[in-house]
């Protein structure tokens, strides 16, 4: 075992936090907590502890870490995820093993997992709540499977060996941070890109009728800083998202107007993906009521500060 990587010099760890979520997490966090940073890829901030970090090899945590937010995955908008199930139905569950390994076998107490909305994948029931993903039918789609079966380790982990958890399932996060590619991105920096770029008609998969209920990337952030200092969040479950629900087709309406576009929207339906989902509107009633959390910044205002972010960092 003396080949295994060791990954020191913090009390929290964050696993995969170079990614859009992790910005938030350590921005909301970074004056407080000593963070260190493993993932495969370099953060933004290089004022930020990063070790270089393959998490599907098994590896060690030191002593000194008390807390890990496990957010490493492969993980992307629904375009990526459905070109790579390989990578999601194997790797990410290997990326949750070796990471609960590492903290049992270290002074970690409390695991903080990023589940997903697309647990809900085949619910009809709305406003969706977190016991509900029970009576659902599992997700069919490989990226949504994986975060399902973390969840499981979660609760095994806990149950064999007494590791505390809390598991989040951010709903649709948007904000500054993400870059808007094409192939990857989420919905909303991918709709940016394209009204700024200058597509038209505006191309968008299917009739833009499907309903998302999105979180701002600082909301997310405090979600996670209450589930590390509150200790109601132990062994639960929460939603993290918006209060609001919005149609794909009214998003684009509203980038359209933002950016000041001076001839009619006009939108190129392409054909859907089978696996998106209709509707997603959840409950975060339970998170309100248990951590004191809520969505500070309105949609308006959220979708204001990424479109800037993105004129700023990604010209066309």
């Known amino acids: 075992m003396s080949d295994e990587q060791i990954i020191s010099g913090g009390d929290i760890l964050i696993t995969g936090g170079s990614g859009f979520i992790g910005q938030h997490i350590v921005e909301e966090l970074k004056n407080d907590y000593d963070i260190v940073i493993a993932d495969i890829t370099e953060p933004p901030s290089k004022s930020i502890k990063f070790i270089k970090t393959d998490l599907k090899k098994p590896f060690s945590i030191s002593n000194s870490f008390k807390t890990c937010i496990h957010l490493a995955g492969f993980v992307g908008g629904i375009q990526y995820f459905t070109k790579h199930p390989v990578e999601n139905v194997r790797d990410n569950p290997r990326m949750t093993a070796n990471v609960f390994d590492a903290c049992l076998n270290s002074n970690v107490k409390h695991v903080i997992y990023t589940s997903s909305s697309v647990v809900y994948q085949h619910k009809m029931k709305f406003p969706t709540k977190e016991d509900d993903v029970y009576s659902s039918p599992p997700p069919s789609s490989s990226y949504g499977i994986s975060k399902l079966v973390g969840e499981y380790f979660c609760r095994a982990y806990n ?17 500054p941070g993400e870059a808007p590619d094409l192939d990857y991105a989420h919905v909303i920096p991918q709709l940016i890109e394209k009204v700024l770029s200058g597509q038209y008609p505006v191309e968008i998969y299917g009739d833009g009728n499907q309903t998302r209920t999105f979180t701002f990337g ?99």
């Open 159 to 175: 149950e064999q060996y007494g590791l505390d958890y809390t598991i989040l399932r951010p709903f649709n996060a948007y904000g």
């Open 218 to 316: 600082a909301d997310i952030g405090r979600a996670f800083r209450l589930a590390i200092e509150n200790k109601a969040s132990r062994s639960e479950t929460f939603n993290v998202a918006g209060n609001d629900e919005f149609k794909i087709k009214d998003i684009l309406e509203k980038i359209w107007n933002l950016t000041s576009q001076n001839k009619p929207l006009k939108i190129k339906h392409l054909d859907p993906f089978k696996d998106d989902v209709q509707r997603r509107y959840p409950s975060n009633q339970k998170i309100k009521e248990k951590l004191g959390w809520e969505p500070l910044t309105s949609f308006e205002e959220g979708l204001s500060k990424t479109i800037d972010w993105i004129k700023k960092n990604h010209p066309n």
